[in-house]
């Protein structure tokens, strides 16, 4: 299987810091182009007070923003993600910022059926275990749709032996020690 294209969908959190770090360095191995994509959705305050008067005409009314503005917003914030945390690791390789607008799985298959991606590579979100009953994972339901194969990166965790036992400082399950 010959990789061309990446697509590695990201929240711009800690946890998808893995993700995109792993996606650089396939790209890179491959000599593909990464496209770092986020999904997002106009903010709820926004829509309640989205429209002010214009004195200039009267009672017409203008949007305090445009679509476009968001979506340049939202290019501008994976940039400086990009650049803040892969600084120099990204230096020489093929990559931009993709955006989407809407629901989060289905943005991001859409995205890979547009771009026509050979893989996506996405981190795993950490949830509790009240989020894992309410609802189903972003990563599962992208499996679930994609056009092409999908690698979940898990974060790493940290762990601290504790008598014998390996405990996760962030999740997880206690493991007896091996060693």
């Known amino acids: 299987m010959t990789i061309r294209k990446i697509l590695c969908p990201s929240d711009l959190s800690y946890n998808s810091k893995a993700g995109v770090?792993?996606?650089?360095?396939?790209?890179?191995?491959?000599?593909?182009?990464?496209?770092?994509?986020?999904?997002?959705?106009?903010?709820?305050?926004?829509?309640?007070?989205?429209?002010?008067?214009?004195?200039?005409?009267?009672?017409?009314?203008?949007?305090?923003?445009?679509?476009?503005?968001?979506?340049?917003?939202?290019?501008?914030k994976v940039s400086h993600f990009v650049h803040g945390n892969f600084g120099d690791e990204i230096n020489g390789l093929?990559?931009?910022?993709?955006?989407?607008?809407?629901?989060?799985?289905?943005?991001?298959?859409?995205?890979?059926?547009?771009?026509?991606?050979?893989?996506?590579?996405?981190?795993k979100r950490k949830r509790g275990l009240v989020g894992r009953l309410l609802s189903r994972s972003i990563s599962e339901a992208v499996s679930r749709e994609s056009p092409c194969p999908v690698l979940s990166v898990c974060p790493p965790q940290i762990v601290r032996p504790w008598r014998g036992w390996q405990v996760p400082l962030v999740g997880g399950v206690l493991r007896g020690s091996e060693a």
């Open 94 to 123: 093929k990559w931009r910022p993709e955006i989407g607008l809407g629901n989060v799985s289905k943005e991001i298959v859409s995205a890979a059926v547009q771009e026509e991606v050979d893989l996506i590579v996405m981190a």
């Open 21 to 76: 770090a792993y996606a650089i360095s396939l790209a890179r191995e491959n000599r593909a182009e990464l496209v770092v994509f986020y999904a997002t959705s106009i903010p709820v305050y926004e829509l309640a007070h989205s429209w002010e008067p214009n004195p200039f005409i009267g009672e017409n009314y203008v949007p305090k923003f445009t679509v476009d503005q968001l979506l340049r917003d939202a290019a501008s």
